[in-house]
């Protein structure tokens, strides 16, 4: 889930930094001239690029993936990149969150792609607080094609990242990410955009997992406010419960900061809800599991604090009996409470999943896809294997999947 890129990669955006320049400071301040505002509380210009720019960031990208030459073609703007704040709730309160939103210049009408970013345990590595990250470069890129691209940071980071990181916890996920849409909207009033009513919705890992929830949210609550054309979920670990069942079958797991990531968020929403901590981690994980998730270590460190021998890190009985002891019944509701039910979609779908992912694997996918056809909705929904293919190596090819589809879609 933690987003990571091959090494060519950062060669053409050494490029791109030599040829782009930062832009002005500026906060939103209400003026009387601006639209009223609702959600968005401040904007701040970050950079803006011109489109022979891109093109020539595309023309490395091709090289490396010649699907991507039907991006390039539909390169004909600048872009200018902001970060902005803006108001959510979260648990009954108040709270201020952030996002980098990325528009397309000159003239035209524009759709919105939301793209919702995989697992980050990192506070300076959130869209909004590192937009010159190298993959965050590529889908500011896709701006030039003519979408107006929202990146929420989600809560825990950015401008919220004085409280836990509430991870894979559907409500505040939903909540987020929607709040970010409708100050994305006011966003561009106040700057004079123009947005086509069309709506685009991907994300890849903990990103495809968000895509999901908010699609289902959408159309069962907000399908007048947003309209919703198209959704593509990548590698998301959709069925939470499977998930563990599945990690704690194996004799090892490579990523295990991800259920601890996960364990972590559920103590800090519920404490009381959740078994202790010395019930599902053996010592010395017990005592440092709730320790590494303050912001400052990457995925890669907290791994390496941890074990990825299943036996080492989790109690016998955790691992044997996850299913029958009544120990772990509130984790179990917890587990399949946010976890996402198939149902009979109206909106075209693609769900994308590599064959070789050891992380999140490709049976959540094949498993929900086959729950969506048993609902009715298999002429509307298609499952997209990418071959030989893993987590970390899935999350590019993903990402051209979707947004060559949602270029498709738009023309």
């Known amino acids: 889930m933690q987003i990571q890129t091959r090494d060519y990669l950062r060669r053409f955006i050494f490029l791109l930094l030599t040829i782009g320049f930062a832009a002005c400071h500026n906060l939103f301040n209400n003026d009387d001239d601006d639209p009223e505002t609702l959600y968005l509380v401040s904007y701040e210009m970050v950079r803006t690029y011109f489109p022979a720019m891109v093109d020539a960031i595309f023309d490395q990208l091709v090289s490396q993936y010649p ?148 699609q289902k949210a959408i159309e069962e609550e907000f399908s007048a406010e947003f309209n919703l054309k198209a959704s593509a979920p990548g590698a998301g670990p959709y069925d939470l419960k499977s998930i563990n069942e599945y990690i704690l079958s ?11 990531y996960l364990y972590n968020s559920l103590i800090n929403l519920d404490e009381e809800a959740v078994p202790p901590v010395e019930e599902i981690f053996k010592a010395p994980y017990d005592s440092l599991v709730p320790t590494l998730f303050d912001g400052s270590k990457s995925g890669e460190e907290i791994n390496a604090e941890l074990t990825t021998d299943v036996a080492g890190l989790f109690t016998e009985n955790y691992r044997l009996n996850f299913k029958t002891d009544t120990l772990f019944d509130s984790l179990k509701e917890m587990l399949e409470a946010n976890s996402i039910e198939a149902w009979n979609t109206s909106i075209p779908t693609k769900i994308i999943h590599g064959k070789a992912d050891n992380y999140v694997p490709a049976t959540v996918s094949e498993n929900i896809y086959n729950d969506f056809v048993a609902k009715g909705a298999g002429n509307r929904v298609e499952h997209v294997e990418i071959p030989e293919t893993d987590h970390i190596g899935g999350i590019v090819p993903a990402g051209l999947i979707s947004i060559g589809w949602f270029i498709e879609l738009t023309e």
């Open 250 to 260: 194996q004799e090892t797991y490579p990523m295990p900061y991800y259920f601890g």
């Open 67 to 214: 699907e991507m030459a039907n991006v390039q073609e539909r390169v004909k703007h600048g872009i200018i990149i902001y970060k902005i704040t803006y108001k959510t709730t979260f648990q009954g309160e108040s709270k201020l969150a952030s996002g980098l939103v990325c528009v397309p210049t000159g003239d035209g009408s524009f759709p919105v792609i939301s793209y919702q970013n995989g697992t980050n345990t990192l506070h300076s590595n959130a869209p909004s607080v590192n937009p010159d990250y190298d993959y965050y470069r590529l889908l500011e890129a896709i701006a030039s094609t003519g979408f107006v691209v929202s990146m929420p940071d989600y809560l825990g980071f950015g401008a919220s990242d004085d409280m836990f990181h509430p991870y894979l916890h559907k409500a505040s996920t939903v909540q987020t990410v929607l709040d970010m849409l409708r100050a994305v909207k006011e966003l561009t009033a106040v700057r004079d955009i123009s947005l086509a009513n069309e709506l685009y919705l991907t994300g890849y890992s903990q990103g495809g997992w968000a895509t999901m929830q908010v």
